[in-house]
């Protein structure tokens, strides 16, 4: 998780103004726009944020902006901007030295629900061990919906955890 506007320590930032709130926000392929309540429109290169610049169309769209309206949250790549950061024009830096991810594997709907049922968990329990919601899991396993790459990464960590205590068992 990160913020493009968590620079200064908190004691010296001053709070955000009434006309820093964001009412939409839209992602195209080469910027992040926030429109605020006050009419202005802000935009920011989608570079500025490495995290929706390698999402997918999916990805980028499914945000939510906070109760108070000065930031936005997309939780499928684990990204918070706010409006302060793109008025003060502070990029979010790229971290150097974590590895590159390596690429999820594919998940079906039957895979799924056989890595579920192999660790002897209801759909409730798997996706409270996933962090996502009962219903989530039910659309995954019904091919409704396919998880995010973040969700795949987590899918093969718990595999791969399963697999091993399979082998040592």
């Not at 820093?20 to 500025?48: A, K, N, Q, Y």
């Not at 499914?62 to 309206?69: A, E, R, T, V, Y």
């Not at 968990?121 to 899991?137: L, N, P, W, Y």
């Amino acid at each position: 998780m990160s913020t493009a506007a968590a620079d200064e320590p908190a004691d010296k930032t001053p709070s955000p103004e009434v006309s820093e709130r964001i009412e939409d926000v839209v992602v195209s392929d080469s910027s992040i726009t926030f429109e605020l309540t006050d009419g202005r429109s802000v935009s920011v290169p989608l570079s500025w944020s490495w995290r929706l610049e390698g999402a997918t169309e999916e990805e980028r769209q499914n945000f939510q902006i906070s109760p108070s309206g000065h930031s936005v949250r997309w939780p499928d790549v684990d990204e918070d901007l706010s409006a302060r950061g793109a008025l003060r024009g502070t990029p979010l830096p790229r971290p150097s030295t974590a590895p590159p991810a390596e690429t999820p594997s594919e998940w079906t709907p039957g895979r799924i629900q056989k890595l579920r049922n192999q660790l002897g968990m209801s759909q409730a329990a798997f996706a409270e061990r996933m962090g996502v919601r009962q219903a989530t899991i039910s659309d995954w396993e019904t091919g409704k919906q396919e998880p995010s790459p973040m969700a795949r990464r987590l899918l093969d960590r718990i595999a791969s955890a399963a697999d091993d205590n399979t082998v040592s068992s």
